[in-house]
């Protein structure tokens, strides 16, 4: 069997049990420790959470005086990927929220000043700036905030995801460089220190059963729900899969 078959076959075999461990959770970035598990879960989880986790977003604006410098079609696109923090419990895909936008120049339009019918939903930021208004201005428009899917358009898209097989330093033998002194898992966390510096006789290999999970969220849930919300809607496609087979039995 060759290295990479070797690789491959490694990669394919599951763990009884996986490990999670949360290695950096800051604002709107986590990034978390997955071992026993392959490529396979790991890239289902990545498109679920960009994909696949239903959050709120303007989706029709209703625009009764705009007389300002920026164009409706460009207001409206700018409304529409303001991020909307959001209670995922309370809303179910297709329900909407009424919000409305009120202002007279001479002003900068940010994105604290969208209120809600609903008060437990508001920008994820309150200082975006949407449009500038001179003397004389006026903007007064209503907008739907919709549930919906990133599989449906990116302004549904919740955050950002991505992995990475975990490195391991290994010298010309194949096995583990102990001289290497620097923790990997703090270099690659240090957002200063992007690459490992190898010395002569070193090298990199990637672990297929252990990866760094990152989850970048655009401010409508917390990392953590986001996870939670993958593994949840995941394990519920793996159930309507399983009754589906045994339907064909």
């Given at each position: 069997m060759t290295g990479a078959e070797e690789r491959k076959?490694?990669?394919?075999?599951?763990?009884?049990?996986?490990?999670?461990?949360?290695?950096?959770?800051?604002?709107?970035?986590?990034?978390?420790?997955?071992?026993?598990?392959?490529?396979?879960?790991?890239?289902?989880?990545?498109?679920?959470?960009?994909?696949?986790?239903?959050?709120l977003s303007i989706d029709d604006v209703h625009i009764y005086e705009n007389n300002g410098a920026m164009h409706d079609e460009m207001l409206c696109q700018r409304l529409s990927l303001i991020?909307?923090?959001?209670?995922?419990?309370?809303?179910?895909?297709?329900?909407k929220v009424k919000l409305v936008l009120e202002k007279e120049g001479p002003c900068t339009v940010y994105s604290k000043d969208i209120k809600s019918t609903d008060p437990k939903i508001e920008p994820a930021d309150l200082n975006v700036p949407i449009t500038k208004l001179a003397e004389g201005h006026r903007?007064?428009?209503?907008?739907?905030?919709?549930?919906?899917?990133?599989?449906?358009?990116?302004?549904?898209?919740?955050?950002?995801?991505s992995y990475q097989e975990l490195p391991t330093i290994v010298n010309d033998k194949g096995t583990k460089d102990k001289t290497y002194k620097a923790d990997?898992?703090?270099?690659?966390?240090?957002?200063?220190?992007?690459?490992?510096?190898?010395?002569?006789?070193?090298?990199i290999e990637?672990?297929?059963?252990?990866?760094?999970?990152t989850i970048e969220s655009h401010g409508n849930l917390t990392p953590k729900e986001l996870f939670a919300a993958a593994i949840e809607t995941l394990k519920a496609k793996c159930e309507d899969f399983r009754r589906e087979l045994k339907n064909l039995s």
């Open positions: 076959d490694t990669g394919a075999r599951r763990s009884e049990t996986m490990d999670v461990k949360v290695l950096l959770e800051k604002e709107n970035i986590a990034k978390v420790l997955i071992k026993g598990t392959n490529t396979a879960f790991v890239n289902a989880l990545r498109r679920q959470i960009m994909s696949g986790i239903p959050i991020p909307l923090r959001m209670d995922a419990k309370s809303y179910k895909e297709g329900e903007l007064r428009l209503e907008m739907d905030a919709a549930i919906g899917s990133g599989k449906m358009h990116s302004k549904w898209q919740a955050a950002i995801a990997i898992l703090e270099m690659l966390l240090d957002e200063k220190q992007r690459d490992i510096i190898l010395k002569e006789g070193q090298a990637y672990d297929p059963t252990t990866f760094i999970f």
